[in-house]
């Protein structure tokens, strides 16, 4: 994908097929360092470390746990209105519950779900499978930056933000290996999605599209 499976490389996401993972490594190499236990050779899963998420998880809302070795560093910022934090908190759920899924090799995991849906959660699936099909996963450090929210008058929410991929790897179940690639440009991706409210408070990201190697999410 361009940042993570076997090469996996993430065909350049449209609209239907956004997602935050597609390993586009970098010279950094710590994600080695991390050597989470591979499940028996044909499982394809992983044991899940303890939550990544806050030690309060909202009620309804399933418990995200990751493998130790997928961090991340969200330098979005407070905002001050409970609607445009609540939008970019609920965003951030459903990049790490996709990578939960990931991890799980659960193409239909219910978490990531709960947080998507349309096109962006067809598009979810589509992605996490592409994993599972490689019996792969992700590694590393993703960083995301740059996000602006903007509220519509239609009850929808407009968010975009940029990812730098260049200290994520695809990690191989069967045999532990990282594949640690060069930095390029295209480590750097800008979003754009669409978000609404559902019944249940959940911010849910309808529909989400993306650019490879954009200009203004590069250093």
């Known amino acids: 994908m361009n940042r993570r499976p076997i090469l996996l490389a993430v065909p350049t996401l449209t609209a239907a097929a956004a997602l935050t993972l ?44 990751l493998p130790s070795d997928i961090t991340y560093e969200f330098e979005w910022q407070k905002t001050g209105d409970p609607q445009k934090d609540a939008v970019l908190n609920d965003a951030e759920q459903r990049i790490k519950a996709v990578d939960m899924a990931i991890a799980k090799q659960e193409p239909l995991d219910k978490a990531y779900r ?8 067809a598009g979810s699936q589509e992605y996490i499978q592409e994993f ?50 060069p930095v390029t440009k295209d480590s750097y991706v800008a ?24 200009e203004k999410c590069r250093p």
């Open 22 to 65: 597609s390993a586009c490594g970098s010279d950094d190499s710590s994600e080695g360092k991390h050597n989470d236990k591979i499940a028996e050779a044909g499982t394809g899963a992983e044991k899940l470390a303890s939550p990544s998420t806050s030690a309060q998880t909202p009620a309804g809302r399933p418990k995200i746990e």
């Open 114 to 121: 709960l947080y998507s849906e349309g096109t962006a959660a």
């Open 132 to 181: 599972v099909d490689h019996k792969a996963r992700t590694t590393g450090l993703t960083r995301y930056y740059n996000e602006r929210v903007d509220l519509k008058g239609d009850g929808t929410a407009a968010l975009v933000y940029c990812e730098d991929q260049s200290k994520a790897f695809n990690k191989f179940l069967e045999t532990g290996k990282t594949d640690v690639t």
């Open 191 to 214: 979003y754009a999605g669409t978000l609404r409210k559902n019944d249940n408070g959940v911010w849910v990201t309808e529909r989400l599209i993306s650019e490879r190697g954009s």
